[in-house]
C-alpha cells in the first residue's frame, strides 16, 4: 500500500502550475510596460488602450477553450490580466453613473477589468461632460434594455455630442430586494431607479402592492437611503448588497428572467475593425414618402445586418425624426462604407457614432 497522499500530490501539481502561471503573467506584463516604451518613443503617450486588439485577444482565448472552464469565465480571467498590464502603460480613467455599486459601475469593470481609476458621477450627462472635458479617458453609459427598449435619455446625448461610441458590454441584470427587514410585510418603502421599477413592476405588485415607491437617480443611492431602515428596501445587484452591507430578502425578483441591458463606452478615439464589428448611426430623415426605405434599401441590397432601428423627434421641425440604426461590420468595411455613401445621399444628414468590436463577454 502506497503511503502518498493523493490529495498532497494534487496540491503540489496545483502549487507547481500557480508558479508557472505567475512567472508567465509578469513576463506578458514585462512585454506590456516595453509595449508603453516602443510607443512613446514613437510619440504616442497619450492612447494605448486598443479596444480592438482586446476584443481580438479574448475572441482567441474562448476559440481556443477546451475547458473544463466556461468561455465567459477564461474569457474574465485574461481581461483581469490584460487590464493589469495596460495599468503599467497608463491607468485609464472610466466615468460612470454612479455611486460604486450600479449596475453601470458592474458594466464599467466587466469591460476595463478592476485596474481603472473609478470616476463616479451623478448623472448620464456628466458622463458625457467629463470625457468631452478630458476628464476621464471613456465613460459607459446604458444604452438598450432588453424590456424596456431604447434608453432615450442616452441617444438624445449621442445626438448632441461629439464623441464616439468605442465598445460595448452587455450586463444581465439581475434584480435584488435589499432589506434589513426580516419579512417583506415590514417594508413600508422601496427606493429604486425608475428603470428597475418598471423592469420588477409585476413582482412589486404582488408581494408589495402597499409600499411606496420611491425614484432614485441609481441603484446604488436607493441602497444607501435604504440602509439604515428597517422598514425600507430598495432594487439593486448583488454589489452593492456586497458594498453596502445591505443583505438580500428577495433574489432575481426582474419581471424578465432574461433582462439584459446593453452599454456604450464613449470616448475621443476611434476604434479599428476586429473583425467582429458593429456600426451604429445617426441619420436625419427627409419627412416625405418612402424616406425610411430609401435609408433600408443601402443595407438590404449589400447583405448588411441591423440589429436595431429607433427613430425620436430630430427637434428640427415638427414631425421630422431622426433614426439611430445598429448594423453589422466596420465603418472602414468596404460595403459598410458603400452603404453609408448611399444612405447620406437618400438623407438630410448621416453621422457614424461609432465602429467598434461587438462585446465578447
Keep these: ?106 458594466a464599467s469593470l466587466k469591460h476595463f477589468g478592476r485596474q481603472f481609476e473609478k470616476e463616479a458621477v451623478d448623472s448620464i450627462e456628466e458622463v458625457f461632460r467629463i470625457v468631452e472635458a478630458d476628464g476621464a479617458d471613456f465613460g459607459v453609459v446604458p444604452v438598450e434594455n432588453s424590456t424596456e427598449g431604447m434608453i432615450n435619455h442616452t441617444l438624445d446625448l449621442l445626438m448632441s455630442s461629439s464623441l464616439t461610441i468605442s465598445g460595448e458590454v452587455e450586463l444581465r441584470i439581475r434584480h435584488n430586494l435589499l432589506s434589513h427587514a426580516t419579512e417583506l410585510a415590514n417594508i413600508k418603502r422601496v427606493y429604486s431607479h425608475q428603470q428597475s421599477f418598471a423592469q420588477c413592476r409585476l413582482w412589486l405588485d404582488k408581494y408589495l402592492p402597499d409600499a411606496q415607491r420611491i425614484a ?15 422598514q425600507a428596501a430598495s432594487i439593486a445587484g448583488i454589489q452593492a448588497s456586497e458594498l453596502y452591507d445591505v443583505p438580500v430578502l428577495k433574489s432575481d425578483i426582474e419581471d424578465e428572467p432574461d433582462n439584459t441591458t446593453r452599454f456604450v463606452v464613449i470616448g475621443k478615439h476611434q476604434s479599428p475593425p476586429s473583425g467582429n464589428d458593429r456600426t451604429s448611426l445617426l441619420v436625419f430623415a427627409h419627412n416625405r414618402p418612402g424616406s425610411l426605405f430609401s435609408l433600408l434599401e443601402p443595407l438590404a441590397k449589400r447583405n448588411i445586418s441591423m440589429s436595431n432601428i429607433e427613430s425620436r423627434p430630430s427637434r428640427k421641425g415638427v414631425w421630422e425624426y431622426v433614426f439611430f440604426i445598429d448594423i453589422d461590420g466596420h465603418r472602414d468595411d468596404e460595403n459598410v462604407q458603400a452603404a453609408i455613401e448611399e444612405i447620406e445621399k437618400a438623407s438630410a444628414m448621416v453621422t457614424v457614432l461609432g465602429s467598434y468590436p461587438k462585446a465578447v463577454i
Aim: glycine share 4%; hydrophobic share 35%.
Design 216 to 230: 432614485t437617480n441609481s441603484n446604488a443611492e436607493a441602497v444607501q437611503l435604504a440602509h439604515e431602515n428597517k
Design 1 to 106: 500500500m502506497s503511503d502518498k497522499d493523493p490529495l498532497a500530490e494534487v496540491r503540489q501539481r496545483i502549487d507547481k502550475i500557480d508558479t508557472t502561471i505567475q512567472q508567465l503573467v509578469s513576463e506578458r506584463a514585462e512585454c506590456a510596460a516595453k509595449v508603453a516604451e516602443i510607443k512613446q518613443q514613437q510619440g504616442d503617450s497619450g492612447h494605448f488602450y486598443r479596444p480592438e486588439r482586446e476584443a481580438q485577444v479574448l475572441q482567441a482565448v474562448k476559440d481556443r477553450n477546451t475547458g473544463p472552464l466556461d468561455d465567459d469565465a477564461i474569457a474574465g480571467i485574461f481581461r483581469e490580466i490584460m487590464a493589469a498590464c495596460l495599468a503599467l502603460e497608463k491607468p485609464l480613467k472610466v466615468a460612470f453613473l454612479g455611486p460604486e455599486g450600479t449596475y453601470t459601475h458592474s
